[in-house]
């Protein structure tokens, strides 16, 4: 095989060709796009991007713990439990350790946190529009929709 046709074979055509364009396969290389874009934004704030994703989800109410985090984020308990004291360390987050049980530490944003959340997510809106320019905006609602449908299609027990 020529160094002509080997150069062929890992271009995304032959990728295509050769059938690896996978959902799976596509989802990675997007979830890593989105990955650097977003620590391109927030690297500057001393912060990485699963910091950025634990405060965006505190933000948003969507979890109050570190196992409620850990359940939507794709990190396990342990690793949101280290990032969360590093956020709390900044002044950041506040946590509490629950009456009931003292096994659930309870998060919260500080007044900063919210500040900086709010700053960063025009930030990050901004990049992510840039990186999905492309795209018309039914084109980008219906890939929203998609995106969802197999998450939930992934969750939820067949």
Do not use: W
Request: neutral net charge; charged residues 25%; proline residues 3%.
């Amino acid at each position: 095989m020529s160094q002509a046709d080997q150069g062929q074979q890992h271009s995304p055509a032959a990728r295509n060709q050769q059938g690896t364009e996978t959902v799976g396969y596509l989802s990675i290389l997007l979830s890593g796009i989105v990955t650097e874009y977003i620590r391109e934004v927030v690297s500057p704030y001393g912060l990485k991007p699963i910091q950025f994703l634990i405060l965006d989800v505190c933000s948003r109410k969507e979890a109050d713990t570190v196992s409620g985090i850990a359940q939507i984020l794709p990190f396990d308990s342990s690793a949101v439990s280290r990032r969360v004291e590093g956020l709390r360390a900044a002044g950041l987050l506040r946590t509490r350790r629950s009456r009931e049980d003292r096994r659930v530490v309870h998060v919260e944003l500080t007044a900063e946190g919210h500040e900086l959340v709010a700053e960063l997510l025009e930030e990050v809106k901004a990049q992510g529009a840039n990186h999905m320019a492309l795209l018309s905006n039914s084109e980008k609602k219906r890939l929203i929709f998609l995106m969802r449908k197999a998450m939930e299609s992934v969750e939820e027990p067949q």
